[in-house]
């Protein structure tokens, strides 16, 4: 990439607004305000019929994790998950403007540029690609973005939630070009989404083409609307923008697709006045989720559990420190451990009731390591919003409350 990177004033917008949507983290509300109606328990569910099988299923009116919202985003209530696998309906959300409602029957992909033969799929015409399903996460590089200067939010939720991963079902993007020959000269793609903000973001082809996925299934059924019903673009690893949703349009050329009427793009702000851009991939990053900011333990024993990930591929090790970064001990990772989505970490501890500061590091097959705060910000600075991939430091105070610090 030899073109110099300017910030344009729409990215000084998005950034604006993103860093908006951080400061207005302590005001996110409830997504449905729907406390339900507590249900009549009877006193001996043995001696009552119980309810008769239903078309669509519903989770216990006991349970309350929910997503909360900002103004165009939603965050996964990470505290209150366990495994790998988010469910659909907790998935992150973040949409430029909003969520278009598109019926799949008359929802159409146009794929041209330098392309043998340009071509319109429909969805049939897409399902009866081979089909792939694999987990991956989804982050948004925007993740984070409230804690670089001091700590932003108070729970998992708020501090890590642009964050989930689903079983993700579709095309390999590599055969749809196949079909429509790419043509040699082929190096870059422009992706847009049929929403209001008909978003659309430049990628390289290369390195997209070895895993990206022309996804219609999440979780074993249809897209959400919210995760771009009913086709998405997902390369995984990738930082969560590049995954358009709501896809109707890939153009394939020989150059970024860099002007303003092509797209707009994110970038980072360094220390000394340059940004860097296309900075895909996310870096490996983890977080505890339990106990983590908001929640409360008691002496004795705790589990600390927690979810690690990384862009490049496989998570090798997770270390917990219960003594802000002091010592460091191995976690157990929870297996299957899938290159590129969540994996789940455990560590026993025992709580004497002192002062302790829980943090999390995690290593990728690379050999990365996730980077203190200071080391972070020693090389970014504070000047830019995306890719905070820093440990996260919880502190236990001697009453058994928990809070986000920065140590
Ligand atoms: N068409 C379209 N695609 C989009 C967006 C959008 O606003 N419109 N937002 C992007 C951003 S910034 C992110 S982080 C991911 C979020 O995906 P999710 O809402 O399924 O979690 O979608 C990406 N794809
Ligand atoms: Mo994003």
Request: charge should be positive; hydrophobic fraction near 40%; charged fraction near 20%.
């Amino acid at each position: 990439m030899s073109q110099k990177p300017t910030l344009s004033r729409r990215t000084f917008l998005t950034a604006a607004s993103l860093a908006g949507l951080a400061a207005a983290q302590a005001m996110l509300q409830p997504l449905q305000a729907q406390t339900p109606d507590a249900p009549t328990v009877p006193e001996d569910p043995t001696k009552v019929p119980g309810a008769p099988p239903s078309a669509y299923g519903q989770r216990s009116s006991f349970e309350q994790a929910q997503r909360l919202a900002g103004s165009s985003s939603s965050l996964t209530p990470l505290q209150d998950l366990h495994g790998i696998v988010t469910p659909a309906s907790l998935h992150f959300e973040r949409h430029h403007n909003g969520v278009p409602l598109i019926d799949p029957a008359r929802h159409r992909l146009l794929i041209h540029g330098l392309v043998e033969r340009p071509m319109i799929f429909t969805m049939d015409e897409l399902k009866r690609f081979p089909a792939v399903s694999r987990l991956a996460f989804i982050e948004c590089s925007g993740n984070s973005a409230g804690e670089w200067h001091e700590p932003g939010g108070q729970t998992a939720q708020q501090t890590q939630g642009l964050i989930s991963s689903s079983e993700w079902t579709g095309v390999l993007l590599a055969i749809v070009l196949r079909e429509v020959g790419m043509k040699p000269d082929a190096t870059w793609m422009l992706a847009e989404g049929a929403d209001a903000a008909a978003m659309t973001r430049s990628i390289p082809l290369a390195p997209a083409l070895e895993e990206a996925l022309l996804c219609y299934a999440q979780n074993g059924e249809a897209l959400r609307p919210e995760q771009g019903y009913p086709l998405r673009l997902l390369i995984p690893g990738w930082e969560g923008n590049v995954c358009i949703k709501w896809l109707r349009r890939l153009k394939l050329g020989a150059a970024p697709f860099m002007t303003r009427e092509e797209t707009s793009h994110y970038t980072d702000l360094m220390p000394n006045g340059t940004a860097r851009q296309f900075t895909l991939v996310m870096e490996a990053k983890s977080v505890i989720t339990s106990p983590s900011g908001g929640q409360q333990i008691r002496p004795g024993f705790v589990e600390i559990r927690g979810l690690a990930w990384s862009g490049r591929g496989r998570v090798t090790q997770v270390e917990v420190s219960t003594d802000g970064g002091e010592t460091w001990r191995k976690a157990q990772l929870q297996k299957p451990v899938l290159a590129k989505c969540h994996t789940r970490f455990r560590f026993p501890w025992r709580w004497n009731g002192q002062e302790a500061i829980l943090q999390s590091r995690c290593a990728d097959e690379t050999g990365y390591v996730q980077p203190s705060r200071q080391a972070l910000v020693a090389v970014r600075g504070l000047h830019s919003i995306y890719h905070n991939n820093a440990i996260q430091s919880w502190k236990v105070s001697r009453d058994g409350a928990v809070h986000n610090v920065h140590v």
